[in-house]
């Protein structure tokens, strides 16, 4: 196998050669502590930086087996490790030349913790060198070894190959590859260069978390907010923990439940239970704000967010109006039936939807990812919504607008007559927020007040004011919920493919996502939270339509089997070679980006 001394002697022979000289550098080659493969050579130093591996022996690494003994302690310490690289790396990468010269990077990470492909625990060994068949050196693989108790550590990260123009600048790609790269991970990723007692807080955060996460069911709760909590973040675009003027989360005493978790030990909160919530108060007080904390209560966070106990069911799903999506073939008619000219909304279907259909759509495709599943989930789902963000005339409609406009000329059945019925058929809750409209008062099972981001409750109160306070509504759209119906997509109408490429998919912020020639909005699916679970969303879509869309299975089959094929084989079976930037996703987001494709075709099974 080849050394450092034999890629030090190629990278000073390759000096001001042209920049695409430096594919002579992909291959496997040993350094003294950690294996270097270099999977990717960019072809311009403008272009996307190339992509290199590092795999460090168990021996070497040093971590403790007692840091990784559970799943949640392993995706823990992977995240622990991405941040500590990505710190090291910004502090020893330097500007080398032209474009993306001298850069060394990882990974962009946020507030969450997510299993992610740019770090991994190994029991392998990398393979020795092998002859390239097909030309495509990024396709090489590593082979396991015995199994051990011990694992080491694998990084994947990207590295700007310095430059002059377009030509290579060999002395210095020595000094960044053969010298900085193993100080890099020397100061990273060897436990003995850490902060033990800050990797140990950071894994048993994630596990106390994990831990909270399992036990709502058995206290027939959906979400936990911890007394001391920091909800407020410092602004719309920066996801970190707001520090001036903070008021931290406090419980009421009669919604107060506590916990014995493995690590903190005792830990109070507030419990919000199955069933029908309401978040009230005025402008300005909070309710939005706990509401996106129990949003993003769906994923573990880091130490010092403020929301690292701030858990909700993992199946919650946002819910929101989108005007001008594409809806394809849904069955809405739970919530709106009789449309002018006798259009059908059993199988509904437009380039343009409204408010009122886009939130129908939303929930009608959310409930199919979510009940219609093998794999149905052993807790009960949530449904958040803020009333900001949904259409009015689906919310509500009060006993004025009824006798105004007869039921028989008002398609929408609105949400209010829908939401009781969700929980007693599908045992599908609801977290709503709503300021404007004291309807809900009805049908609600808990009411939480905000008043100076202080959480009141308010469910006796506004049981009181409901008696006092006949609405003198007519209940609409029959006893039951309706009907859940599966779709089968049908695969002609996805297609990756744009030009030459057979495959052409790139992602933009977490908000788009370009696949073959279609532009896919995904900016209201409000819990993709990072640029590497959208980058793995549309991996996955393309291998979705390669392995499992044939015309024949449904939609919620499709999902199990993506999502089972990730759970037993990891992230990388989506992907065609080793990839550093995919994150863990959820099989609600999958689904909608898939229904969110404006040339999707479905049948119904």
């Not at 803020?386 to 009060?398: G, L, Q, S, V």
């Not at 499709?558 to 099989?587: E, S, V, Y």
Request: with cysteine.
């Amino acid at each position: 196998m080849k050394t450092q001394e034999n890629l030090r002697q190629l990278l000073f022979d390759l000096d001001n050669r042209g920049y695409k000289a430096y594919k002579d550098i992909v291959g496997t080659y040993e350094f003294p502590n950690f294996t270097l493969i270099i999977d990717y050579v960019q072809g311009d130093p403008f272009a996307a930086p190339s992509k290199f591996r590092v795999q460090i022996p168990p021996k070497i690494a040093g971590f403790p087996p007692e840091l990784y003994r559970t799943h949640s302690r392993e995706i823990a310490l992977r995240d622990y490790l991405i941040r500590e690289f990505d710190q090291n790396s910004m502090e020893i990468s330097s500007h080398r030349g032209t474009g993306k010269s001298g850069m060394i990077g990882v990974t962009k990470m946020g507030q969450e913790i997510l299993e992610r492909t740019a770090a991994s625990l190994i029991t392998i060994t990398p393979p020795s060198a092998k002859p390239i068949i097909s030309g495509n050196h990024v396709l090489q693989r590593t082979r396991p070894t015995a199994s051990t108790s011990e694992k080491g550590v694998e990084m994947r990260f990207f590295v700007g190959l310095p430059a002059r123009g377009r030509n290579i600048l060999g002395r210095q790609a020595t000094m960044m590859i053969c010298d900085d790269i193993p100080t890099l991970v020397d100061r990273s990723l060897r436990y003995q260069n850490l902060d033990a007692e800050a990797i140990k807080r950071h894994v048993e955060t994630a596990e106390d978390a994990d831990y909270l996460r399992e036990q709502l069911a058995e206290k027939a709760l959906v979400a936990f907010v911890a007394n001391g909590a920091i909800l407020p973040r410092r602004s719309g675009v920066d996801s970190r923990p707001l520090t001036e003027n903070v008021i931290t989360f406090q419980s009421p005493k009669s919604l107060e439940v506590e916990f014995n978790c493995p690590n903190q030990g005792l830990i109070k909160g507030m419990g919000i239970s199955q069933g029908i919530t309401l978040i009230v108060g005025g402008g300005y007080h909070g309710k939005s704000t706990l509401l996106k904390a129990i949003e993003l209560g769906v994923y573990n966070h880091i130490p010092g967010d403020g929301r690292e106990f701030v858990i909700t069911n993992p199946s919650a799903v946002k819910i929101r109006a989108e005007d001008g999506r594409s809806v394809a073939g849904v069955d809405i008619s739970a919530f709106i039936n009789q449309l002018p000219q006798g259009r059908s909304t059993t199988q509904f279907s437009t380039e343009n939807a409204s408010g009122s259909t886009s939130q129908a759509a939303n929930i009608m495709e959310a409930l199919e990812a979510l009940v219609l599943t093998e794999n149905s989930p052993s807790i009960p789902a949530v449904l958040l919504v803020d009333e900001d963000t949904a259409a009015t005339n689906f919310m509500i409609r009060d006993r004025r607008m009824q006798e105004l406009i007869a039921k028989n000329q008002e398609p929408i059945t609105p949400f209010i007559d829908k939401v009781r019925q969700l929980y007693t058929d599908y045992s599908v809750s609801t977290i709503l927020v709503m300021g404007g409209s004291g309807d809900y008062f009805d049908v609600a099972d808990q009411v939480i007040g905000m008043e100076n981001f202080q959480a009141l409750e308010l469910t006796k109160k506004a049981k009181e004011i409901a008696h006092q306070y006949s609405t003198g509504r007519t209940l609409e759209g029959g006893e039951n919920f309706g009907v859940i119906r599966p779709r089968i997509p049908l695969s002609e109408s996805l297609d990756p493919s744009r030009g030459r490429w057979d495959v052409r998919v790139k992602v933009r912020d977490v908000d788009e996502v370009l696949f073959g020639t279609e532009d896919i909005d995904v900016s209201a699916v409000e819990q993709i939270v990072s640029q590497d679970q959208l980058r793995a969303i549309a991996a996955a879509m393309v291998y979705a339509k390669q392995q499992y869309i044939d015309g024949e299975k449904t939609l919620p089959q499709i999902l199990d089997q993506i999502m089972n094929d990730i759970a037993t084989k990891g992230l990388d079976i989506i992907a065609p070679f080793p990839q550093g930037d995919l994150a863990i996703f959820r099989r609600f987001e999958l689904a909608a980006a898939i229904n969110r494709i404006r040339t999707l075709e479905v049948k119904q099974s």
